[in-house]
């Protein structure tokens, strides 16, 4: 991927591959700068890629976006002032033309799903910053979406509402089956909510290392006491900090998979 402004050339990304399995989880880390978002807007059919390709379930990002196959969620995910938060949530079908009694059954399901009931009929300015990002996340689910994009969806938050986040959303990926690509600065979020963590260095983008995670589905915060949790944050650690040579350091098999 090579933006070009005039004269300015920036090659943003090189050589990334990456297959996520369909219902699996992937989280992108990496210095500022290294192409997280790009990848990420590639897939959502924001920018066009200069070579390579990128496909959701086989259909390419146009395809996915006229499909509504994904959701993007970013960390400034924008909710109108002036509407109530179920209007907020609403507004994806609205875009989407679905008539009115079927937008207000998918997103009051959504709320439930996000732990919002009782919130409806907030303003935006009424929510905490996690309870607007809940909304934002219940909006996008409302489309159903069969790939989930977020790109710091919790990066603006205290660490213990970002670690209650972490954990509804892992209960509402399993609920939905979504497949998940997630940017994130957090090693700790990025080993709690991926089967793969991917591992990006910058000038230009690309992926230098991936990491399989080894804990299985049904995860808890118990997960963070495990000794293999441990591991995989030295091991994310020591390739973000371009350590040559990175290997698995050897774990014992996690008690949650
Ligand atoms: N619209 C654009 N036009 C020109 N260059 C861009 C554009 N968007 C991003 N870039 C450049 O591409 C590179 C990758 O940017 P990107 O935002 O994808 O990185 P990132 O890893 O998501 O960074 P951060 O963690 O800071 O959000 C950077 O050098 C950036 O300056």
Not at 114 to 134: D, I, K, N, T
Not at 225 to 244: K, N, S, T, V, W
Request: net charge neutral; hydrophobic share 45%.
């Amino acid at each position: 991927m090579t933006y070009r402004r005039g004269r300015e050339v920036t090659q943003a990304l090189s050589a990334c591959s990456l297959t996520i399995p369909e219902g699996g989880w992937a989280s992108l880390i990496g210095a500022s700068g290294c192409g997280k978002s790009t990848l990420l807007r590639i897939l959502a059919d924001i920018v066009q890629p200069s070579g390579g390709s990128a496909t959701l379930g086989g259909m390419t990002p146009a395809e996915a976006r006229a499909t509504r196959s994904f959701a993007l969620v970013s960390q400034q995910s924008v909710l109108l002032p002036w509407r109530r938060m179920l209007e907020n949530v609403e507004l994806g079908l609205e875009v989407a033309r679905a008539d009115r009694a079927e937008r207000r059954r998918r997103a009051e399901e959504a709320i439930e799903l996000v732990g919002l009931r009782g919130f409806e009929r907030a303003y935006p300015h009424e929510l905490s910053g996690g309870m607007r990002q809940r909304a934002a996340i219940a909006r996008a689910l409302t489309l159903r979406p069969r790939f989930l994009l977020m790109d710091e969806p919790f990066g603006a938050l205290d660490e213990l509402t970002r670690a209650s986040l972490n954990f509804e959303l892992l209960r509402i990926l399993e609920e939905t089956s979504a497949t998940l690509l997630l940017v994130t600065h957090s090693i700790a979020e990025a080993i709690i909510l991926s089967d793969v963590v991917a591992v990006m260095s910058p000038r230009p983008g690309r992926i230098v290392h991936k990491l399989e995670i080894g804990f299985g589905h049904h995860r808890t915060d118990a997960m963070r006491d495990d000794p293999a949790f441990a591991a995989h944050e030295a091991e994310l650690r020591h390739a973000l900090h371009g350590d040559p040579g990175v290997t698995r350091p050897a774990i014992r098999e996690p008690a949650f998979a």
